[in-house]
């Protein structure tokens, strides 16, 4: 399995940025995805990248606002935020697997960092 672990999470007010990055193993041939859960909800696709970069995919919540990418030769995957509104609190999770947005894609995870918008 592919060990991940985020960072970058924290507050932020409401319109700020915030950048996630995942720094993993080895990602050899996984896609990549972020999901996030709020409290009391389950956990959702947030966004998800090839392994080449060259397909991304964005939950409608998100789409024009976040930026998934990733550098193949750091094995480092990263979520750029923008806009950031109070629905956007919820803890990030980095995932490695097949390219798709739902969970049963994904065979590892990472702990998660929090990330929490003030209004």
């Known amino acids: 399995q592919v060990q991940l672990v985020e960072s970058?999470?924290?507050?932020?007010?409401?319109?700020?940025?915030?950048?996630l990055?995942?720094?993993?193993?080895g990602q050899l041939g996984y896609a990549m995805g972020w999901f996030r859960q709020a409290p009391g909800k389950e956990r959702e696709f947030v966004a998800a990248i090839s392994w080449t970069g060259s397909s991304t995919s964005y939950s409608s919540s998100v789409k024009g606002r976040f930026t998934i990418s990733r550098d193949n030769a750091k094995n480092t995957v990263s979520l750029q935020m923008n806009?950031?509104?109070?629905?956007?609190?919820?803890?990030?999770?980095?995932?490695?697997?097949?390219?798709?947005?739902?969970e049963d894609y994904f065979?590892?995870?990472?702990?998660?960092?929090?990330?929490?918008?003030?209004?």
């Open 8 to 19: 970058g999470g924290g507050l932020v007010q409401a319109g700020g940025s915030l950048r």
């Open 21 to 25: 990055s995942c720094a993993t193993s």
């Open 83 to 102: 806009d950031l509104v109070p629905e956007d609190t919820a803890v990030y999770y980095c995932a490695a697997g097949a390219y798709g947005i739902s």
């Open 107 to 119: 065979g590892s995870w990472g702990q998660g960092t929090q990330v929490t918008v003030s209004s």
